[in-house]
């Protein structure tokens, strides 16, 4: 741990420690303040646009998006600095959140609490591949090798076609897609200022 970057670290931490809290919460408060609900739907509170992606459904949910975030968050954090990867961050998953909320909107039958860094972990990876479009990566299922944009293209693609499709599984993939496009969005205005590779502390 002392290798991981400070922030990188310290979400790592907050992560793990709530899903613990979540564990031994008997009287299901954290989910009823903290998950984000459809506005509308009665228990949406503005802080869940930021508070539901330090809440995971279980440990398999959590393990993923916290490897993702290890390996290519503290490629990001030591490449920009702590404080422009934490906004960058945090921008990705509350953009992922309003998208979701957005999608609700549209699709109220959809309408259900949502928890997961995930939507800012795709962020994460559109910021890594944008930044390192060659870098070779390899999956874990199946082990195929490819480079990063590649990773992210295809990834985009199926959470697209997923999303599209009502695929009724589970999985926020309208939130993913809004991390990538806030990711997007940011790195754009960030290379127009030219201050995309600036390391502030």
């Known amino acids: 741990m002392g290798n ?10 907050i992560n793990i420690l709530v899903l613990i809290l979540m564990r031994i919460d008997r009287t299901g408060w954290l989910n009823e303040y903290f998950v984000l609900y459809p506005v ?4 949406f509170r503005p802080w869940q646009l930021l508070t539901y992606m330090f809440m995971h459904a279980n440990f398999w949910h ?17 490449t920009w600095g702590p ?8 921008v990705c ?3 992922a959140a309003l998208v979701n909320l957005g999608v609700f909107a549209l699709m109220p039958h959809t309408a259900a609490g949502t928890v997961g860094a995930s939507g800012a972990i795709y962020g994460v990876l559109l910021g890594y591949a944008m930044l390192y479009p060659d870098s070779r990566l390899t999956l874990l299922f199946p082990p195929v090798t490819l480079t990063a944009k590649w990773f992210v293209i295809i990834f985009a693609v199926i959470e697209l ?4 499709l009502g695929t009724n599984d589970g999985i926020a993939h309208f939130a993913h897609l809004g991390g990538m ?7 754009f205005y960030w290379k127009k200022r030219h201050s995309l590779y600036e390391y502030e502390r």
């Open 83 to 90: 404080k422009k990867f934490l906004i960058f961050y945090l």
């Open 62 to 78: 959590l393990f993923f998006n916290m490897y993702s975030l290890f390996i290519f968050g503290s490629v990001l954090e030591n």
């Open 93 to 95: 998953g509350i953009g």
């Open 161 to 164: 076609l997923c999303g599209v």
């Open 4 to 13: 991981i970057p400070k922030i990188t670290k310290n979400l790592l931490v």
């Open 181 to 187: 496009l806030f990711a997007l969005m940011m790195i």
């Open 40 to 43: 509308g739907y009665g228990l």
